[in-house]
C-alpha cells in the first residue's frame, strides 16, 4: 500500500520568507510518480509538477523549487521569496501502476501555508 | 481549451435527501475520475471511468453511491440517501496519459 505523509498541517510566513514543504512517501513499487497540487481558495487543484521515480533530477520553475530524494523517501517543496498569492492547500501525491495500467494517485492530507503581507 | 468543470460548486441538503453531482471533463479524455475529501483529511479515490466503463471503483464507500458516465462523456454521482459523514468535497479529475490529471474545481456538500 502506499502513503503520503506531510507532517505540516500548517505553515505561516511573511512576505518574502522561503518555505519548505515536506513530502514523505512509501512504496514498494520501484516505478512510481510523484506530483504536487496547489488548492488555492478557489477550491481548484492545480497541477505544479510530476516527477518519475527514475529521475531524481531537482526542478526550479522561477520561485518553486522541489527536491527529490530516493534515500529519503522524500519530496520537498520550496518555495523562494513567498508571496501572498502562494497562500493555498498545497497536496503531495503519490501515484503507482494499479490493475489495468491506472495510475490513482495518493494524496498527502495538505499543507495549508499561509503568507502573510 | 476549457478545464474540467463541476456543478454544483455548492450543495447543502439534508440527511435523507438526494443529491446529484456532476462533472465535465476536458473534451476527449477518455479518463474520469471522481475522488473525495472529507476536511482536513486526505483526498481519496473514489473511482476511474475509462469512456462509459468503471475501470476501478474500489474507492466507493458504500451502494449509497452511484456514478455513471452515459456516452463517455460527462459523469453523474448519485448520493441516495446521504448521510452527515457525506459532506466533504468532491473533486472530479480527467486525463488522456494515465498518470497526468487535471482536476475541477470541486463540489462542496454539506449534508445536515
Not at chain 1, 512576505?15 to 506530483?35: A, Q, W
Not at chain 2, 466503463?53 to 440517501?81: C, H, I, W
Request: net charge neutral.
Amino acid at each position: 500500500a502506499q502513503k503520503v505523509t506531510q507532517a505540516q498541517t500548517e505553515i505561516s510566513v511573511v512576505e518574502k520568507e522561503d518555505v519548505t514543504l515536506d513530502c514523505v512517501y512509501e512504496t514498494r513499487d520501484t516505478t512510481y510518480y510523484l506530483f504536487w497540487y496547489k488548492q488555492p481558495p478557489s477550491g481548484e487543484l492545480v497541477f505544479l509538477i510530476r516527477r518519475n521515480s527514475f529521475d531524481e533530477q531537482n526542478e526550479i520553475s522561477g520561485r518553486y523549487s522541489w527536491n527529490f530524494q530516493k534515500s529519503t523517501s522524500s519530496f520537498n517543496f520550496t518555495i523562494t521569496a513567498s508571496q501572498v498569492v502562494d497562500s493555498a492547500v498545497y497536496f503531495c501525491a503519490l501515484s503507482v501502476p494499479a490493475s489495468g495500467g491506472s495510475y490513482i494517485p495518493t494524496f498527502g492530507r495538505g499543507t495549508s501555508l499561509i503568507v502573510h503581507p | 481549451e476549457a478545464g474540467v468543470t463541476q456543478f454544483p460548486s455548492h450543495s447543502v441538503i439534508e440527511k435523507g435527501q438526494t443529491v446529484t453531482l456532476r462533472c465535465d471533463p476536458i473534451s476527449g479524455h477518455d479518463n474520469l475520475y471522481w475522488y473525495r475529501r472529507v476536511m482536513g483529511k486526505e483526498i481519496k479515490f473514489l473511482l476511474h471511468f475509462v469512456k462509459e466503463s468503471k475501470q476501478d471503483e474500489s474507492g466507493m464507500p458504500n451502494n449509497r453511491f452511484l456514478a455513471e458516465r452515459t456516452g463517455g462523456t460527462y459523469s453523474t454521482l448519485k448520493v441516495q440517501p446521504a448521510e452527515l459523514e457525506d459532506s466533504g468535497v468532491y473533486f472530479c479529475a480527467s486525463s488522456q496519459r494515465k498518470y497526468e490529471q487535471y482536476f475541477g474545481p470541486g463540489t462542496r456538500l454539506t449534508v445536515t
